[in-house]
């Protein structure tokens, strides 16, 4: 059916040259020994030397001189509504923002901010299955939104989640957010929508704006869902010891958000690195939110967890690409041979006193960013958000 089926892209062949230093995003291996990315027809074909890859036929081709190159950055939590148009802060463009923050993919924790949202369970249905279409349909600035994230309500049955994943809908929205709020309820409903292939995600912490509850440890470790929501709350953290009950509870992603509690983040991260299990931690930023939205958002997570939290940069992007790639199968976020062309193009800021990106980033600052590519087709060039990049990439060829 057309909603199961991949946004087509043009031909082309894209060959991206003279990159200085290229992130895999993948924890395992995050720095890779290459300085040329061949795509063709949306999808990484080659990675390699340039003179052992061939580059014959291309037709962009992008002289990196010298600048970094990662997969495009995953924001794992975000709330959109309909279109670039967010009634939250009544805000437009955010999403496009967001693609010259570097952000090439978004995943929706549930379309909460839907003015007069329903809560019947035909309505909540029919609302996920319009936001699933109309995202696959238009992409803002070429930002891939994986939306359509129903809220469980009390009054669903089993055939309720058949019906959704037949119609499309791969996610839920964040557990909590709607009537259901204990652990037995939501385990049986999340087991369902595991049963037909629909991922899941639950709002941890204490209430986020009027109307929705607290959620602590006992109600996330019973509900189990894939993605443990925000542990670092949005914006109410639970206190530390719950935070390492769930860490040490279960095996599920830890998503941090930019909207949650930093010094949580930064908790939660620490326990995850004792625990070895770093593959674990994933970013979002929760947005919009009632401080907004965040363009820049995961790459301040990014550099936050690299300098406060003693964690080397190049694996700090792998929490924003890889890590949340694989949580969530997703056929982005590593430079991998097979993947989706996404890529982000940086280097240090101006001025940044670090040496390098990596050093720029270990040292709190933010990179600038000189390119977003998604399909293998170049959206952005120079940002018009982060701070200036000292070297951008070039379009040499057509
Ligand atoms: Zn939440």
Not at 230 to 246: E, K, V, Y
Not at 280 to 304: E, F, H, K
Request: proline share 6%; aromatic share 4%; with cysteine.
């Amino acid at each position: 059916m057309a909603h199961d089926t991949p946004q087509a892209t043009g031909p082309g062949k894209l060959v991206i040259r003279n990159i200085g230093l290229l992130l895999s995003g993948a924890l395992e291996q995050p720095i890779l020994d290459a300085d040329t990315i061949v795509a063709e027809n949306g999808k990484i074909t080659a990675i390699g030397r340039l003179k052992n890859v061939d580059t014959e036929g291309a037709t962009t081709i992008v002289d990196a001189h010298g600048t970094t190159v990662a997969p495009g950055l995953i924001d794992s939590h975000v709330h959109p509504v309909a279109g670039d148009w967010t009634p939250r802060q009544n805000q437009t463009g955010w999403i496009d923002s967001y693609l010259h923050g570097g952000v090439t993919t978004m995943i929706s924790a549930g379309e909460v901010h839907m003015p007069g949202r329903p809560r019947d369970v035909v309505g909540l249905k029919a609302m996920a299955i319009f936001a699933q279409r109309a995202f696959w349909t238009l992409r803002p600035g070429g930002v891939k939104v994986h939306a359509g994230a129903p809220v469980i309500e009390t009054e669903m049955v089993e055939d309720d989640f058949k019906e959704l994943a037949a119609a499309g809908v791969k996610l839920l929205g964040e557990v909590g957010l709607g009537g259901v709020k204990d652990g037995p309820t939501a385990r049986r409903m999340v087991g369902w929508a595991r049963k037909y292939g629909i991922q899941s995600t639950i709002h941890t912490g204490g209430p986020s704006i009027p109307g929705s509850g607290l959620i602590d440890k006992d109600v996330v470790l019973e509900a189990d869902t894939d993605v443990v929501g925000h542990i670092n709350g949005g914006h109410t953290a639970l206190p530390d010891d719950q935070i390492r009950c769930i860490c040490e509870g279960c095996k599920r992603g830890l998503e941090l958000v930019h909207n949650g509690n930093e010094r949580s983040a930064l908790f939660t991260l620490r326990t995850a690195k004792e625990m070895g299990d770093l593959y674990r931690v994933i970013l979002g930023t929760d947005a919009p939110a009632g401080s907004g939205v965040q363009p820049l958002g995961i790459l301040r997570m990014v550099s936050m967890l690299s300098s406060l939290g003693d964690v080397p940069a190049e694996i700090a992007f792998c929490f924003a690409t890889g890590n949340t790639a694989r949580m969530r199968a997703l056929d982005c976020g590593l430079i991998e041979v097979g993947r989706s062309a996404d890529f982000v193009i940086m280097d240090k800021a101006q001025h940044s006193p670090g040496a390098t990106l990596l050093d720029s980033v270990q040292l709190g600052d933010l990179p600038g960013i000189g390119m977003t590519i998604i399909d293998g087709i170049i959206r952005t060039q120079r940002s018009r958000n982060t701070p200036p990049a000292t070297r951008v990439p070039e379009i040499v060829g057509h």
